[in-house]
């Protein structure tokens, strides 16, 4: 890939792996700003919130600026779109998802001219409401800030 | 989590990290089954065949059993949905993808009982028909088999 | 079920059952006007034209009605719903169907008001473009005309 | 269809013919494990739980193996698919369903390494929150187990 | 357009344009049933309630005929797909609309056999719940009645 | 609604009207560029290209950045959930589209640094490939730049 970094590839890292796992990664994350978090929900309103409250109070994104927040909302409904496979519901299909998430802003073309974007990373595991009745699961979304 | 094996945490790896970066992870993949694969398109039948020939080829799967066929197929589906966010269509909405995978068998709980199941990972880029106006995407689906 | 006629239930045993099964229920037809055809096929154009060219030729519909063009239309689509669950796509998705359908129309409430009714339903195989690779599936749509 | 047992058509019937209408088709059912409910709701988190809980508590399935819920689980989603056509949502979409169900189990296969497979089936009228506001509707999930 | 009368595009100026606006195209008008109507909500069904509760008060369809509330509620869905764009869920993927919708019925075709037709439009904005955090949305829904 | 400039609701009148019914909207065009354009066709596709390639001719992006093109195809793709109602499919289900459609960039909002939006709408029939055989169809996207 001709991308100079590959923020999609650095947020899936940050959501999955350990954090010893991620030490050999760590010069890939000077040149970007990211969070992590974790949210459990059967809810799915609570999964996005809790991830906009992580980018706002980490300064990914700005507060105040409706463009912004719109650039991250979209992200996470990609990301979103991989974790449920195309059924952005999750209680009211009686699964829950127990995830892990990163956002990371950066530049990801070499022309300067393309700006920053966002990726939005989850990893977890989705299943029925009942202990180990679940399986993995992964999502990125990708969006122009 | 309480799983055994991350069997889609392992997919994920083989289709983002270089060969190099995979090394540190090399024990993981003792308990496994996998295989590796490319494929450009802007088809989505010849992203699907990409995956359950290599499947087949390198023996993750068992060609003659529908059985097998199916549990791949819907699990290539649901990595599907990730990789176009919720519109399994390609071509016809103008776009086209750069993609690797991995397909990994394995026993992910504890108890045997539970058996076998796989996971078909992408990572890769998505965009419109142009060099360079493309962002990543990435795409996870889990099925027992 | 407060309904008089059942026309749902006729289209699905006309599209599910043999000639010989369909005996029994030979009364329940008086009420009702419909036709029944076969359609296998990749390309979901061809399993639309093939149900709207039968439902022509049986004089289901009024050709040159627009009105009842569209109403059939609609419930083709929702009967194909069920077919696919969810992806209305064949062909793109790798797979193939090989489908009985029928089309019902007929008054199936009590109140004379609520007039004329239609009822598309399929029964057959989705699977992949191999022989035996294939699932039952069944779909039903219900318009008012 | 050169299947040996259509554990789709079974369920069809099961969940949607009268027990006389049924007495015809008896000696098909010599080979597969059934049971039939009735579930009627707004919510469709409470349609998924009551086939889950006839499946269970009728040995369809066994209880403590993840792996059977997760086939019996996604074999019930495509069949609310075809209930609410591409829309898996009930109420929140100002809807509501009254159904009875049946789950099928057994080997539709003629090569006895296809081993088993179940079929959910879903047969009753969906509509307005008002008595006769409604139509019919009909769903099938298949999967392997 | 070979339409007599565009009932798609009166519902949508009668959704989108202030009073004011409306008065050039008044005559437009005579040939159709309409009302006009506003809702702002995170609960979906409300919203559809809001439509049906304002059709059936100013008399746009019959209140005790299932024929035209079935004909009723899909346009109203399908606005709510413009509104919504693909995902018919609001206050589950946390955001709120503000809208203004109308419901015209005529006829649009030359041909009177054609009959009369609803059209729903739907003209405001969806966001975040926070003031100012959205933007403009339109969906429009067409039927045969 | 609190916007400075109803970007949305201008690309929904350049689309949907006459030149004569457009001239006493005319000085609301004052502070937004825009183009118009039309396409018929059965490939979803065509549709995307006309769309884009009026874009660039007109200036409303700069062809050469990734970022522009992507904040548009999010906006086209968005108007066609309107126009498809859900299905992002034209040909493969049997229907075709003739459109007029604006593309609109402005600064909607009070807060200069929101910054520039993008909306693209499209007003047309949707229907069967048979000339009459067809209804209205209206789609809106919006998406910052």
Same mark, same amino acid.
């Given at each position: 890939m001709s991308q100079k970094v590959a923020i999609g590839k650095l947020a899936i890292l940050l959501a999955s792996l350990s954090e010893d796992e991620l030490n050999s990664f760590q @010069? @890939?994350?000077? $040149?970007v700003n990211y969070c992590q978090g974790k949210v459990g929900s059967m809810n799915m309103q609570k999964v996005i919130s809790a991830v906009e409250t992580a980018a706002k109070r980490n300064g990914?994104?700005? $507060?105040?600026l409706y463009r912004e927040t719109h650039a991250l909302y979209h992200a996470i409904l990609e990301g979103i779109e991989g974790v449920t496979r195309g059924k952005p519901v999750i209680g009211e299909m009686s699964r829950t998802v127990g995830l892990r998430f990163s956002v990371v802003r950066g530049?990801?073309?070499?022309?300067? #001219?393309e700006g920053e974007w966002l990726a939005v990373a989850f990893y977890g595991t989705i299943g029925?409401?009942? #202990?180990?009745a679940e399986h993995e699961t992964v999502g990125l979304g990708i969006n122009h800030i």
């Open positions: @010069s @890939s994350f000077d $040149e990914l994104i700005q $507060e105040h530049c990801p073309y070499h022309d300067s #001219k029925a409401p009942v #202990k180990g």
